[in-house]
């Protein structure tokens, strides 16, 4: 079963998004957890990812703007992005998988668009 990514939405620039994700079963909450983006015209990027004992990287385009978070439970995991000081830039579809990439389904993702 894919991740099911939400929170998504319209914000401006300076404002503030959460999303959320849950990814169900062993392989998930075994695993590093990414948050990836994906604007219109481009690959998917990785932007923020957290280890399975809870440690967190960013890339240097949301360093000091997001934060990602996790909990795992019995058999699955629930990530959160915090984004703030939100930039046009920011804008794309969201998805949420592990880190590296095993090849495994993509959910549907959240759209995030940030006007200026």
């Known amino acids: 079963v894919p991740p099911v990514e939400s929170g998504g939405g319209l914000a401006q620039t300076g404002g503030s998004l959460r999303l959320s994700c849950a990814a169900s079963?062993?392989?998930?909450?075994?695993?590093?957890m990414g948050w990836y983006r994906q604007a219109p015209g481009n690959q998917r990027d990785l932007v923020a990812w957290?280890?399975?004992?809870?440690?967190?990287?960013?890339s240097e385009s949301v360093k000091g703007r997001f934060t990602i978070s996790r909990e795992n439970a019995k058999n699955t995991v629930s990530l959160v992005l915090q984004m703030n000081d939100l930039k046009p830039e920011d804008t794309g579809v969201y998805y949420c998988?592990?880190?590296?990439?095993?090849?495994?389904?993509w959910g549907q993702g959240t759209q995030v668009t940030v006007s200026s």
């Open positions: 998988n592990t880190r590296p990439y095993w090849g495994n389904s």
């Open positions: 957290i280890s399975n004992d809870g440690i967190p990287n960013y």
């Open positions: 079963g062993p392989f998930f909450t075994l695993a590093n």
